[in-house]
């Protein structure tokens, strides 16, 4: 147009197909910004469902981790799923570090803890070593002695209708269940409410129960209250009472040992306590 030529005023129409084609054009270029997912050889998208067909890697060499998820929300900073395999397979190869680390940062107890795991109807925790002189499974309770209240322990087992613990070993120099302390108190407890608060049993010419002291200062076995054995009583030492014992009951007959060598035994038993018997008769006379 020349300079003297008025310019056309924009119509209606013109207004709307102009409209038309900006939304069109914007449209697309967020489409192309924001893909709605990312695919396999695309950038992770952070807020957005990630889907691949081969394995995401991440190697670094810094000295902090190499990959950092923070929730500052009520959910759970990360979750792995597998169908097939592992959820979680968590490795390393320092013999001075830990393949997975739980650590829980509260500052007081309301029933949280460092780690849990529910096995549904398959094991909670397998936990295996081939390492000599090291344990599979160690725990450790550090609560000062002054804080202590008694109902602390470094491990709790609750077997509800199951056995709380089961240990077994095929090692003859070694033992099932190994419990020590270090200072002077009990070493192992066994309660009950009407039952038996421990329970040895032998076979094949074992032994149920059996205690021993290693010096003449102490005793294999302290029994505060009455003694019931429900069957023959062998002592190969010498039985020593510092009371006056008492005649058999008139039931005696009925607890007559069957076997001869127990037969035996209940009869130098016997003189003995006889013997002791008149020997405290005498003292006391």
Do not use: C
């Not at 992770?44 to 995401?56: D, F, H, K, M, Y």
């Not at 500052?72 to 393949?99: E, I, K, M, Q």
């Not at 240990?167 to 066994?190: E, K, P």
């Amino acid at each position: 147009m020349s300079a003297g030529t008025p310019t056309p005023r924009p119509t209606r129409r013109r207004l709307l197909v102009g409209s038309a084609a900006a939304v069109a054009a914007s449209a697309a270029a967020a489409t192309i910004a924001q893909p709605a997912s990312a695919a396999t050889g695309s950038p992770i998208l952070a807020g957005r469902s990630n889907t691949a067909t081969a394995e995401t890697s991440l190697t670094a060499t810094t000295t902090a981790a190499a990959l950092a998820v923070t929730n500052t929300g009520a959910g759970a900073a990360g979750t792995a799923t597998a169908y097939a395999g592992h959820g979680l397979v968590a490795s390393t190869r320092s013999s001075s570090h830990w393949a997975a680390a739980a650590v829980n940062r509260a500052t007081s107890s309301a029933g949280g803890g460092a780690l849990l795991v529910q096995g549904g109807q398959t094991a909670g925790a397998l936990v295996s070593t081939s390492g000599v002189g090291v344990h599979a499974l160690s725990a450790t309770h550090s609560v000062p002695l002054g804080s202590a209240n008694g109902n602390e322990s470094a491990v709790n087992a609750t077997g509800g209708a199951a056995n709380g613990v089961s240990a077994t070993t095929s090692n003859v120099d070694s033992y099932g269940v190994v419990s020590t302390h270090s200072g002077a108190g009990v070493a192992v407890v066994g309660s009950t409410n009407g039952g038996l608060g421990v329970l040895g049993i032998a076979i094949a010419g074992g032994t149920g129960v059996y205690a021993l002291a290693d010096d003449d200062a102490s005793y294999s076995i302290t029994a505060a209250g009455r003694a019931l054995f429900l069957n023959d009583v062998i002592v190969t030492g010498t039985l020593y009472a510092p009371n006056v014992v008492n005649a058999l009951p008139s039931t005696a007959a009925a607890l007559t040992p069957a076997t001869a060598p127990a037969r035996k035994m209940a009869a130098q038993a016997a003189r003995t306590a006889a013997r002791i018997r008149a020997n405290a008769v005498g003292a006391s006379g």
